[in-house]
């Protein structure tokens, strides 16, 4: 049996290693300055802050991570007024950054394969792990907050991105508890009145796994918290939302932590993918009226899912839109992640799964096989039909490689628009910004960095999300390069 993937490698490749290794290297510098070095106009109405969060080390004082999800989270910030941008970037003072920074080597163990110095005996029985916040950032309740999925929030200053501490939510967040780094935003709450609301969960796991769900208040306070148990280790970074469900992937998976114990090898690292168990699909009510039917749990084919893209519900169906992985080689990191033969691991793929909420029947069918990551959606779509989608791409249709392109998909007619950055461009993640008063959809910009090996820094690019053929309307040219990054988010403040 031949994957399409495995077609490619036969063909001439989009990039070269080389290029995309540059992304990998570690920012070391705080810039502040207005961005003056622009190609293309930035639309006038184009006004707020991206906010964009990865990490911005990938070695400590020349010790390199063994997996950049290990690197400390580095906060950008590129606001647009009137036309004119300006770039700020600053690390998360976790106390773990400032211990490092000031030994200038490692000290603690990352989730991802990244061991203190000395072999296994200088990690056996240390079950410490350094907690970072390198994954999202989000500005809600007037807080901007760096998240990490297994370790609670930081706040920083959104204008000056100085570390503020950690965010307790008054509370009701407990010292060590988790809050995940894909919070998803209910444009229109049923249990608020319409007014707009923030879920996010935690996931706390072991034999049984212990998923709380946390929906806060445009105030952003937590004004609903549940916490439920399902069978099983889970190891899940996304979920979706509608106005009635909270759903969950389980991706099968087994969890062995005697390696981790032994200094051997990491927490992430003793995660392994079971190719022929179900894929579990954990569906928990949101409001009163559906939790009288309960927790439901429902299965389909195994893969692995980071993330997904959007969920509807229509009459007795869920629909979700997810990116699936055959195997899981993101989190089994065995070797040198700047070495990854693209073409021996199988790429992300766009899965629409149907939930059958009658007779528990769940229908997986393939949108798109292109290799893609990094989905986004116009936000008052979240939970609700919608007929857009955006991710990176893949330059070539089949194979797996790194993302070069911005891709979007009309789910309604199918068409599909793709602009890429290659040979020399690597994309991340991109987000939709609906234009003030827009009517349709896709009426709007798609923004993203690019990494851009020719020169070894990083762009803000501009996309018409109507009309990708168009090209870039306008490409900021940034003074240095920006590591490639995780998530983030555009707030119009
Ligand atoms: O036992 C649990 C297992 C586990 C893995 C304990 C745990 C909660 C500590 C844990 C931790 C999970 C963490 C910290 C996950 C962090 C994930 C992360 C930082 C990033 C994930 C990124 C995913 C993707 C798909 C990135 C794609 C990137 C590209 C396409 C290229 O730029
Ligand atoms: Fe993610």
Known sequence: QTFPHQETQLLQKSYTRKDWQGGYESLTEELDYWIDDIEGEIPPELQGTLFRNGPGLLDINGQRLHHPFDGDGMISRITFTNGRAHFRNRFVQTPGYLEEKKAGKILYRGVFGTQKPGGWLANIFDFKIKHIANTNVIYWGDKLLALWEAAEPYQLNP???????????????????????????????????????????????????????????????????????????????????????????????????????????????????????????????????????????????AGFIFHHVNAFEVENQILIDSICYESLSEVEPKSDYRQTDFDANSPGQLWRFHLNLQDNKVQPQLIDSRCCEFPTIHPNHVGRQYRYLYCGAAHAETGNAPLQGILKIDLESQQKQIWSFAPRGFVGEPIFVPRPNAQQEDDGWVIALVYDAEYHRSDVVILDAKNFQKGVIAKLHLKHHIPYGLHGSFTNQ
């Open 159 to 301: 204008q000056s991105l100085e570390t503020l501490g950690n965010e307790y939510f008054n509370g009701v967040l407990s010292i060590g508890e988790a809050f995940s780094a894909h919070p998803r935003i209910d444009p229109s709450c049923t249990q608020d009145n319409g007014k707009p609301c923030l879920v996010n969960f935690a996931i706390k796991p072991g034999l049984n796994t212990k998923i709380t769900i946390f929906e806060l208040n445009p105030d952003g306070k937590i004004i609903r918290k549940k916490t439920h148990s399902v069978p099983g280790f889970c190891f899940i970074h996304d979920f979706v939302i509608t106005p009635n469900y909270c759903i969950f992937f389980q991706n099968p998976v087994k969890f062995n932590p005697i390696p981790f114990a032994l200094g051997i090898s990491s927490a992430g690292q003793c995660i392994k993918l079971l190719k022929n168990q179900p894929t579990r699909i954990i569906v928990i009510p949101r409001n009163p009226e559906a939790e009288a039917k309960g927790v439901k749990i429902l299965e389909t084919q």
